[in-house]
């Protein structure tokens, strides 16, 4: 029964979402709590939603604190001089601006930490897409790529959680599968290229090539808030929050809390003008607190109801003996998919032993197992999964919607997870 109520409850979810039948906010609160209350938990359901939503406040009150940082540095004028050199170097091609984002995603995503990646990247390199014309989730899909690529890291929260569920080490797990990782690298610079092609075909090539960044429109309203002055120490805060951030010196909440105070006062000692920034992106920010809030309400009903864990019993039952052998490849098919469904933790310490402890009986090693489940669980399938933040914090700083992205993304992603699947099995890393 709660097996059956968790399956309905993410189809409705992901339907109404992806049809844009209802929005995020709603969808992740209704149609669970409706869920709950139908499965009998009653008043339990409260207590349910108040634990997903104590889970998820750090992640939204550094959203909120993060939101308002890179919103009063824009608001200065910090980034139009990194924009316009990054520009110079890019010019207006569509293929070299994409191929750059994606590679400096990939660079910046080494510390393991997809909210630093977007906070990083998305405020730099938006500004180019929209200079050119290119839509915003050609932006958002290939900075999902390669974040969602290098999630797979031994030193990142997915790998951790594989290695402390499996008992293994990263040699056992990881390093076997850098084959695959490097031929995905290479896949989703390719589907990247293709990406950039359409957006050339789109916009026009004579249009791509009219102008430059210097002579793009000047809004006068906002060039009265720059700070050119103040550019150095901006950058230089910038540097400090980043590095504190990779370094793990203060939780990311804490980061951004003190970063934002200390911004807003050396930009705008003026109360009256600190009141003005903070309206101004107020907005944003309660829209996609407001988001992650919701989800961690989901989240909290669909663990503290059982409903997690009986959907994977439910899921290992159904595998009939002739594709036991086989399971590591299946494993590695619904990998990516499975994102949409499990967060990590229900998955690595609650379905993936599970699994590997019924692989068992197969013959089939418990490491393959994990290596199956690294190439898209919540790796490639993060950044579109509804239940992680940092899905929230990418459509929120790209400005679309969770739908629009998932339907371009998914797709692409589940491509790269397939391709790594085929060379680890190619190179016997994972039986078939």
């Keep these: 029964m709660l097996a059956l109520l968790g399956f309905i409850t993410i189809v409705v979810?992901?339907?109404?979402?992806?049809?844009?039948?209802?929005?995020?906010?709603?969808?992740?609160?209704?149609?669970p709590t409706v869920a709950a209350l139908v499965g009998g938990f009653g008043k339990s359901t409260g207590d349910f939603i108040i634990k997903g939503v104590l889970a998820i406040a750090p992640t939204a009150t550094m959203f909120i604190f993060?939101?308002?940082f890179f919103g009063i540095l824009t608001d200065a004028g910090t980034f139009d001089p990194i924009i316009k050199k990054i520009f110079k170097i890019v010019g207006r091609d569509p293929v070299k601006i994409v191929l750059g984002t994606a590679i400096l995603a990939m660079i910046v995503h080494l510390d393991g930490n997809g909210a630093v990646t977007f906070l990083v990247v998305i405020p730099a390199m938006l500004p180019l897409f929209d200079a050119v014309g290119m839509r915003r989730t050609t932006l958002a899909t290939v900075v999902a790529l390669s974040a969602g690529l290098m999630n797979m890291e031994p030193w990142g929260g997915v790998p951790l959680r594989a290695m402390a569920s499996l008992k293994l080490t990263s040699t056992e797990l990881f390093n076997p599968l850098l084959i695959p990782i490097l031929v995905g690298a290479i896949f989703i610079l390719f589907?990247?290229?293709?990406?950039?092609?359409?957006?050339?075909?789109?916009?026009?090539?004579?249009?791509?090539?009219?102008?430059?960044i210097d002579e793009l429109p000047v809004d006068k309203e906002k060039q009265k808030y720059?700070?050119?002055?103040?550019?150095?120490?901006?950058?230089?805060?910038i540097i400090i929050s980043i590095t504190m951030l990779i370094k793990g010196m203060f939780s990311p909440t804490a980061v951004f809390m003190i970063a934002f105070t200390i911004t807003l006062v050396i930009n705008y000692p003026n109360v009256k003008d600190q009141r003005a920034r903070m309206d101004a992106h107020a907005k944003e920010a309660l829209l996609m607190s407001?988001?992650?809030?919701?989800?961690?309400?989901?989240?909290?009903?669909?663990?503290?109801?059982?409903?997690?864990?009986?959907?994977?019993?439910?899921?290992?039952?159904?595998?009939?003996?002739?594709?036991?052998?086989?399971?590591?490849?299946?494993?590695g098919v619904i990998g990516m998919p499975a994102s949409l469904i499990f967060d990590p933790d229900s998955f690595y310490f609650g379905v993936l032993p599970t699994i590997a402890a019924a692989a068992k009986a197969f013959g089939v090693p418990a490491v393959e197992i994990g290596r199956a489940a690294l190439l898209g669980q919540m790796t490639t399938g993060f950044p579109v999964s509804p239940l992680t933040g940092s899905t929230f914090l990418l459509i929120?700083?790209?400005?679309?919607e969770l739908g629009e992205h998932q339907k371009k993304t998914i797709p692409y992603a589940f491509a790269v997870t397939i391709v790594m699947l085929i060379t680890a099995v190619i190179i016997k890393v994972i039986r078939f």
């Design 226 to 237: 720059f700070r050119p002055k103040l550019f150095l120490v901006n950058i230089l805060t």
């Design 396 to 400: 929120g700083l790209v400005g679309v």
């Design 66 to 68: 993060a939101t308002l």
């Design 13 to 31: 979810l992901l339907t109404l979402i992806m049809t844009n039948k209802a929005t995020p906010v709603v969808a992740l609160i209704a149609v």
């Design 290 to 331: 407001s988001i992650l809030f919701a989800a961690g309400a989901f989240v909290g009903i669909m663990q503290n109801s059982g409903m997690i864990k009986e959907m994977a019993a439910v899921l290992i039952s159904i595998i009939p003996n002739f594709l036991g052998q086989h399971l590591a490849v299946i494993v």
């Design 191 to 212: 589907l990247d290229y293709r990406l950039a092609k359409k957006e050339v075909a789109r916009i026009g090539k004579q249009n791509i090539s009219i102008g430059n």
